[in-house]
């Protein structure tokens, strides 16, 4: 199953709904790094030890189903295999 992204500039962006689930993960992951850092007074953009890139991927890995069957569920997408190939789900990311 694909998703549609329509950005503020009017492109289209496709990509499978897990892509786009990794995509979400990422974005949390780098959310809950920035939030320790201003909760710990630093700097993330001068003091670089906490890229680890290894670790955010293992967060990536670990949240994925769960991101994943949030994203069903609030768009209510059943991803039970079907033969057919579906469309794009335009999602409204204006909210």
């Given at each position: 199953m694909n998703v549609?992204?329509?950005?503020?500039s009017g492109n289209e962006h496709v990509m499978t709904i897990?892509?786009?689930?990794?995509?979400?993960?990422l974005i949390e992951g780098l959310d809950v790094?920035?939030?320790a850092g201003e909760a710990n007074n630093i700097d993330l953009?001068?003091?670089?030890?906490?890229?680890k890139p290894?670790?955010?991927?293992?967060?990536?890995?670990?949240?994925?189903?769960?991101?994943l069957h949030d994203i069903c569920v609030e768009e209510n997408i059943d991803?039970?295999?079907t033969p057919n190939i579906e469309p794009a789900i335009p999602l409204?990311?204006?909210?």
């Open positions: 549609m992204i329509k950005s503020r897990e892509t786009y689930a990794r995509w979400l993960c790094i920035t939030k953009n001068k003091d670089t030890s906490w890229v290894i670790a955010l991927q293992n967060y990536i890995e670990e949240r994925f189903p769960a991101m991803l039970t295999p409204n990311l204006n909210n």
